[in-house]
């Protein structure tokens, strides 16, 4: 019987697509093509906070946490089945967070789909980061179908190495913003969309934030004297980013152009912040 690899996440919020199973198909293949993976989708439980409040009559000084639902996704590789638990066992093996990355580029794009045909600009993204659980592992096909396996193993996230003097920086920055004495660009928050798009395998979208994103750069840090040889790089810049929007418009534009132009344009973000800090 075949034997498929999968990777299962939970994340500290319902996920967004109704439980159940989704094929999903390649980006841009047929609808009739065989589809590379299989999602599971459940929302865990949590006890309602009408039942809480039926338990305590006396309002409390210090309330518990509220219990919220968590979501679980389960990414199956349906395209790739092994051709026997031996071989799903080496896999596992040496299997680690490259494998994860690789399932989660499809969950991202099945989270993304689904904010499209919502219409939902505010549902959550995803990233590693925010997983409250992740694992890797393998089973049988009615087994994975079900969110369940033969072997598998969790993974946990690389910890923290940050000193306590680069976690001030952003603190001393936020202060400043919300003190009313360093505003925010409209070119940082531009810039931030498109690193997402683009991390997540969306390269249009990313060289299209991007256009948008050099533009206001440019008549933004205009103003500030310090950054003159970033904002001259930063005007150069102007034409790549143009010609890879307007590739982006009819085809899909070159992922390393725009990658280029957009590392470009968060150093010249980061001087800036740093300038300021």
């Known amino acids: 019987m075949p034997v498929f690899a999968f990777s299962q996440i ?15 198909r390649a980006d841009g293949s047929h609808s009739q093509s065989a589809p590379t993976h299989v ?6 439980g949590a006890t309602r906070r009408g039942r809480l409040a039926r338990r305590r009559r006396a309002a409390q000084p210090l309330p518990e946490p509220t219990p919220v639902a968590t ?12 051709e026997d638990a031996a071989a799903a066992a080496r896999w ?16 991202e794009r099945t989270l993304h789909a689904f904010r499209v045909v919502t219409a939902d600009p505010y549902h959550e993204p995803l990233s590693r980061e925010r997983l409250l659980v992740a694992r890797i592992g393998f089973g ?6 079900h969110g369940r396996w033969s072997e598998a193993r969790e993974l946990l996230p690389a910890p923290a190495s940050r000193r306590r003097s680069k976690l001030l920086e952003p603190q001393s920055r936020l202060a400043g913003v919300l003190g009313g004495h360093v505003p925010l660009l409209v070119c940082e928050e531009l810039a931030l969309r498109a690193r997402r798009d683009l991390d997540a395998g969306r ?7 991007l256009r948008i994103a050099v533009d206001s750069a ?14 001259a790089a930063l005007s150069e810049l102007r034409g790549a980013a143009e010609a890879a929007a307007d590739a982006a418009l009819t085809t899909d534009a070159e992922r390393e152009t725009v990658a280029a132009a957009l590392a470009r344009l968060e150093a010249a973000l980061r001087a800036r912040a740093a300038s300021i800090a």
């Open 140 to 145: 049988e096909g009615e087994q994975v179908a």
């Open 10 to 24: 939970e994340a500290p919020w319902p996920l967004g697509p109704p439980d159940g199973r989704y094929l999903v």
């Open 39 to 44: 999602l599971l989708f459940a929302t865990l």
């Open 218 to 231: 440019v008549t933004e840090l205009a103003v500030d004297g310090r950054l003159a040889s970033r904002l």
């Open 203 to 209: 390269t249009r979208a990313a060289a299209l934030q």
């Open 71 to 82: 979501g679980r996704a389960t990414i199956i590789a349906a395209a790739e089945p092994f």
């Open 92 to 107: 596992l093996a040496a299997a680690g967070e490259d494998e994860l990355a690789g399932h989660l580029v499809v969950l």
